[in-house]
């Protein structure tokens, strides 16, 4: 079946550390892949998505690329700040207009200055 | 342009008592979803309506009931709730665009069953 794994947190930086989220996806043909966060006692809200292979999705600083021969769509960001601090899930869903979203169990990240 | 609402916001029950989370979408979006998120476990798709007079169960479907009452509402229903239902159950809708499509979240209902 599909199904995402992420690293697991917490992850605490300090501001302006580099940030990296692991993600990795098991999927039946080509899916689509997403990033969502999620900011305190909010829902959740999309940051990027990528719909192919070598496709990069980028928003608020945050960056990730859909590999294929990895299976992964990790979540990068070259500076983070406090504002950062929410919890990142990975996602995917498959190429067919009616399926729902498969979610990994979300990372919680914490930045202190 | 209110995007995903949810009612109530906090909700504490007793074992056995029924309620029903009220959720609405303005957006014209065709599908519509129900998660609970707890602690550890990220979010499991409860149950969902790829479009008005459809519903479908997803991953953690036992002790609910939903109703498409019309293209822009959902209601997720507890018949006699356990402790076990205690959760953040969130709302969300998306507009079928093929194999992208984004999911607008609401901002949750807080339920604790004592």
């Known amino acids: 079946g599909n199904s995402v794994t992420q690293m697991e947190g917490p992850v605490t930086l300090s501001e302006e550390a580099f940030l990296t989220i692991n993600c990795t996806y098991t999927a039946t043909g080509y899916p689509s892949l997403f990033w969502y966060v999620q900011y305190p006692g909010e829902g959740l809200q999309l940051l990027l998505k990528?719909?192919?292979?070598?496709d990069k999705g980028s928003n608020k600083g945050f960056e990730a690329t859909y590999r294929k021969e990895t299976t992964s769509f990790h979540l990068e960001k070259g500076s983070v700040q406090v504002s950062d601090s929410a919890v990142y899930f990975c996602?995917?869903?498959?190429?067919?207009?009616?399926?729902?979203?498969?979610f990994g169990k979300g990372t919680r990240l914490s930045v202190i200055a | 342009n209110a995007g995903v609402t949810q009612t109530p916001k906090f909700q504490v029950l007793k074992t056995g008592q029924s309620m029903t989370l009220q959720c609405a979408q303005d957006m014209n979006h065709n599908s519509m979803y129900w998660y609970r998120q707890d602690p550890g476990m990220g979010l499991r798709l409860i149950y969902y309506s790829a479009s008005e007079g459809t519903t479908d169960k997803g991953e953690v479907p036992n002790g609910y009931n939903v109703s498409r009452l019309n293209k822009r509402e959902f209601s997720l229903r507890l018949e006699s709730a356990a402790p076990s239902q205690t959760s953040v159950y969130f709302c969300?809708?998306?507009?079928?665009?093929?194999?992208?499509?984004?999911?607008?979240f609401g901002p949750g209902t807080r339920l604790t069953v004592l």
């Open positions: 969300a809708s998306s507009d079928v665009t093929g194999w992208t499509d984004t999911q607008y």
């Open positions: 996602a995917l869903i498959r190429n067919s207009g009616n399926t729902p979203l498969v």
């Open positions: 990528a719909t192919k292979a070598d």
